[in-house]
Nanobody, 123 residues
């Protein structure tokens, strides 16, 4: 079992920045990839980004490419999402997740999830 604890998020003006963090505990040795997902009201949950724990594969959704940056530190069992140039349409609940799949980014089955954190972009 792996547990994920998120921090960050909040209210920010358009064009601003936020940095989300996620710390994993438990059987973290088995994690092969981390992912960030978001879900807006009335919308399905979507994958925003992912990265393998080895750092050799990563992925960004077109909607955030060039604005968001994912990073991880496998030794510390942490993953971060730096969000720049935020837009109102980025408003959503953001979740971090982990997968044990060998090829978990971007197509892994993410079985372990954080509690979610609200990101609101508004002037």
């Amino acid at each position: 079992q792996t547990q994920l604890v998120e921090s960050g998020g909040g209210l920010v003006q358009p064009g601003g920045s936020l940095r989300l963090s996620c710390a994993a505990s438990g059987f973290t040795l088995a994690i092969h990839a981390y992912g960030w997902f978001r879900q807006a009201p009335g919308s399905e949950r979507e994958q925003i980004s992912c990265i393998t724990t080895s750092g050799d594969r990563w992925h960004y959704a077109d909607s955030v490419k060039g604005r968001f940056t994912i990073s991880s530190d496998h030794a510390k069992s942490t993953v971060h999402l730096q969000m720049n140039m935020l837009k109102p349409e980025d408003t959503a609940i953001y979740y971090c997740a982990a997968t044990y799949d060998d090829y978990g980014c971007p197509d892994g089955e993410f079985n372990y999830w954080g509690q979610g954190t609200q990101v609101t972009v508004s002037s």
